[in-house]
């Protein structure tokens, strides 16, 4: 860690402003990352109370990205995978109200049958 101050130090004596400070701490975390300091020589950083500005690190921005993408990957999916229970529970009340038996409701729509019992004790008590 003290070898980490002194580097830091050094970059906050050369360093013609904060935003190039930030952006030369920024650079040496990475390196730091290679040999496994990142986190010590960023918590120094930080208890020297020099900021990294992350939001222009490429890393970051790229994660972001790729972070945005796979949230909305994820999403569409819970979303088809909701659509598709909801469709299948719709199905399966419209077949009790046509007097279908709970074991055939659940063999046709692939529901636990614990789901079905549910949806039909709903449909007589006028939940569903």
């Known amino acids: ?5 002194k580097i830091l130090a050094k970059l906050r004596e050369l360093a013609r402003g904060k935003l190039e400070l930030s952006q ?21 950083a ?9 939001k222009e690190d490429i890393f970051y921005q790229l994660g972001q990205k790729e972070g945005l993408q796979k949230g909305k990957e994820e999403g569409l999916l819970r979303g088809k995978e909701e659509g598709l ?19 055939v409701v659940a063999r046709l ?13 709903q449909l007589e008590t006028g939940q569903a």
């Open 109 to 121: 729509t692939q529901l636990a049958a614990e789901r079905i019992a549910r949806l039909k004790q």
């Open 24 to 44: 030369r701490t920024a650079q040496l975390v990475r390196l730091a990352i290679l040999r496994n300091l990142g986190e010590t020589v960023f918590n120094t």
């Open 46 to 54: 930080q208890q020297m109370a020099i900021t990294i500005d992350v």
């Open 1 to 5: 860690m003290l070898v980490a101050e």
């Open 85 to 103: 229970l909801k469709g299948k529970e719709e199905a399966a009340v419209n077949m009790l109200k046509e007097g279908f038996s709970e074991e």
